[in-house]
Every structure is written in C-alpha cells, then in structure tokens.
C-alpha cells in the first residue's frame, strides 16, 4: 500500500458511524494500521437547511454534491454515504465501487408498538413521501406533518411530545446503538430503495482505489442495490415521489426484486416482483420500472415519469 487513504463523510452521528465502519473494514481487508484510513468530514446542503422541508429546497445530490466536489478534487478519495440517499443518477466520472454488509431494512415505528396502536387523528412526523403514503393507505385518519433533523433530534421530538410519533430505518438506529421503536414488516412498508445499504463511491477513473474496495465489497448486497436503484431511476420522479424497493437474494442465488408506486395519499398504488439471475440486476429493474408506470394509476404515474 502506498499513500494512506482519506474518506469523505457527512459529519452526522449516523454519518460518522458508517464512516468509521468502512474504515475499519478497509483497514481490516488489508492488514493496514488502524488511522491508515483517515476520515474528512463535508458539510453538506441537506445538512445546512434544517427548516424546510427537503423537497422544497428543491434539486437532487443535496446530500452529496459537496463529497463529490471532494472526491472529483482529489481532496478524498472515497465517499461513503447512506445509499438511501444517494440519487439514482449520479455523475459519471464516479462509480460506488463497494458496498458493506445490508443491515435490517426495516422501519422502526416510534412512539406506539403499533400502527393500529396508535390513537384516531394521532399526529405522525416524517418527510419522507413514501412512509406518508404508506402509512395513510393503513390509517387515513392520521395527521401526517413534516419531521425533520438528525436520528437524535427526532427521538427527541417525540419525547417532547411535539409528535406523536415517527419513524426511523432499523438500520440507523441499530448502528447508532439505539434500542428503539417496534419493527414494521416489509410487506406493508417496503423500504425505501437503498435502504440500511451503505454505499462506498470513488472516482470511476482511479483504478488503485477501486482495487482496495473490491476487497470489501459486499456482492449479495451490491446486487440488491443494483436492481433497486435500476428501479428508482427507471420510474423516474423525485424527492416528492413516494417509491418502494426491495431485493433479495434467494437460496438458488437469483435475485427478487419487489417494488411499489403510491399516490401521495397511499389511497393508489401499483405494485409488482420480478426476478433476475446474476449479471441482470440492473436489467430487472428497468424491466419492473417499465412495467409499474405502464400500468400505474393515473394519479400515481402523474408523480413519476413527469416529475
Ligand atoms: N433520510 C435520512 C436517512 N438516511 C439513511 C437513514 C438510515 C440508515 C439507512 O437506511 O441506511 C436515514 C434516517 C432514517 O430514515 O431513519
């Protein structure tokens, strides 16, 4: 190994935490030295507008835009980001060349042991249109209303009592330490594409360090993410667009992707599986894409394809 590596990271608790994960596996694979892999810490767009609703600041790589200026100026060079929020179209000169072990995909529901639990007109946080959309397809009477902040800011909340409750993904909570919240099953909360993936990104052009990554590249989980985000970007759409996605890897080593599009209110929806063997992940995707706004409610497709 020749100069050591810097990593580039939002500086969030959760950010800081996967930051340090990747380091260590880095270090671990190649017998490096502990520090070897020094982390930088980049403020981000996403991370300086805490008052608005993130769909309304508008424009995508809000969580990313100020790691790649890092990685393209040779300042970094990796990224590492919650795959979740790492939009589906990225530039070309980069390339997420690795991938840790997935997490638990699921939600974790705070503040009640249950959506049925929880109280007519109970008031729920959350920005993300997909929980929102998932959530009133099940409990119309709720008020939903935008929750934003980091994992503790938002525990907090509703230990204020300014919600009622909110949700939060497994996988942040359980690398943050954080024994919270009761688990909803994916059946009526598919995750969120990329969800509990931690997505570790380079210069597509610098070959040494996509080397160093392919030691700790997770496949099964690289392969769900690949079909995952095949989907997201086939159906298009934005922040506001409330999309589902989930692959697996079975027994025989094929891939099962499922996914869902939803009308803001959950009141519509469109759903579907596919399967893949290896190599056609992104293919599957696509294919899946294509066939969910073919046969997408009107009102559902209005958020994809034209957004
Ligand atoms: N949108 C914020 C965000 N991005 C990634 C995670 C959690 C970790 C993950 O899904 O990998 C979270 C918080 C949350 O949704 O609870």
Redesign the pocket.
Known sequence: MTAPLTLGTRASP?ALA?AHATAAALEEAHGWDRGTVSIFEVRTTGDRVQDRALAEIGGKALWTKELDVALLGGATQLSVH????VESERPPELVIAAFLPR?DVR?RLIGSPSIEALAQGARVGTS?PRRTAQLLRQRPDLQVSIMRGN?AT?LLKIAEGSYDAT???A???D?LGIDEGCAVETDAFL??P?????AIECRADDGETRALLAAIDHRDTHRAVLAERALARGVGGSCHSPVAALAVIEGDGGLWLRAELLSSDGAQQVQGEIRAGEGDEEAAGLALAAELLDRAPPEVRMLFAAA
């Open positions: 959760l996967q919650s795959c979740k929020d997490a939600d993300s994992v938002r949700f939060l993904a996988a942040g909570l690398r995750p969120a990329g969800q509990a993936a931690i």
